[in-house]
């Protein structure tokens, strides 16, 4: 079965970075549409940003527009969320997840497949 396994989180101050990754087990993911997901304490899971493999295209929530950015990398078989300007609304655990279509998109429900997710914390 396929798996994906996030990488990255931790903890940085308001204004710092972060560089999450995530890694596919397997190199079939060349029609799929990845995706990051965040779910903060007492909150539902939101979209974050998503990214056709094949096509590159990308769609990000408004709440990150400008600050995060999503990429693939083909040799290493993983996407990357660079996250820039990182605000304490932004403390969440993250997932990576796998939608089988090109996409890219935004549902939740189209995603089939999800890593274990990874802490992300930013204090004032």
């Known amino acids: 079965q396929v798996q994906l396994v996030e990488s990255g989180g931790g903890l940085v101050q308001t204004g710092g970075s972060l560089r999450l990754s995530c890694v596919a087990s397997?190199?079939?993911?060349?029609?799929?549409?990845m995706g990051w997901f965040r779910q903060a304490p007492g909150k539902e899971r939101e979209f974050v940003a998503a990214?056709?493999?094949?096509?590159?295209?990308?769609v990000y929530a408004d709440s990150v527009k400008g600050r995060f950015t999503i990429s693939r990398e083909y040799a290493r078989n993983t996407i990357d969320l660079q996250m820039d300007s990182l605000k304490p609304e932004d403390t969440a655990v993250y997932y990576c997840?796998?939608?089988?279509?090109?996409?890219?998109?935004?549902?939740?429900?189209?995603?089939?497949?999800w890593g274990q997710g990874i802490q992300v914390t930013v204090s004032s």
């Open positions: 990214i056709s493999w094949a096509v590159g295209s990308t």
């Open positions: 397997e190199r079939t993911f060349s029609r799929y549409t």
């Open positions: 997840a796998a939608a089988p279509s090109v996409g890219p998109f935004r549902t939740e429900t189209l995603y089939h497949i």
